[in-house]
Nanobody
Framework: QVQLVESGGGSVQAGGSLRLSCAAS???????MGWFRQAPGKEREGVAS????????YYADSVKGRFTISQDNAKNTLYLQMNSLKPEDTAMYYC????????????????????WGQGTQVTVSS
């Protein structure tokens, strides 16, 4: 089973940028890879997803135009470039692996993803 390790979180002011990374222990082209976030007292929310085999990307409306999901297959690493950050982007961010391209969409669901990283905190101050 693939293992995932996130990094790159931190504290920034509104309008700033961060890039999150998610290192995977192995490459599986059939996977859908996703970024989720969870703020205190809120449900886990899908942010973006990418189909590893074809590279097709999907975004939640709340981050479209500001966040970019990408992958480096040679490094087995997933990225989330976050620009124009807002205080409401403050959350713990998780990367996750889903079993097939079928779970990739702009409305990814946590229950469809079986492998999770430990999370990395992003804090945006106003």
């Amino acid at each position: 089973q693939v293992q995932l390790v996130e990094s790159g979180g931190g504290s920034v002011q509104a309008g700033g940028s961060l890039r999150l990374s998610c290192a995977a222990s192995k490459y599986t082209s059939s996977y859908c890879m996703g970024w989720f976030r969870q703020a205190p007292g809120k449900e886990r929310e899908g942010v973006a997803s990418i189909y590893r085999g074809g590279g097709t990307t999907y975004y939640a409306d709340s981050v479209k135009g500001r966040f970019t999901i990408s992958q480096d297959n040679a490094k087995n690493t997933l990225y989330l470039q976050m620009n124009s950050l807002k205080p409401e982007d403050t959350a713990m961010y998780y990367c996750a692996a889903g079993p097939s391209w079928r779970v990739c969409s702009s409305s990814i669901r946590a229950r469809d993803f079986g492998v999770w990283g430990q999370g990395t905190q992003v804090t945006v101050s106003s």
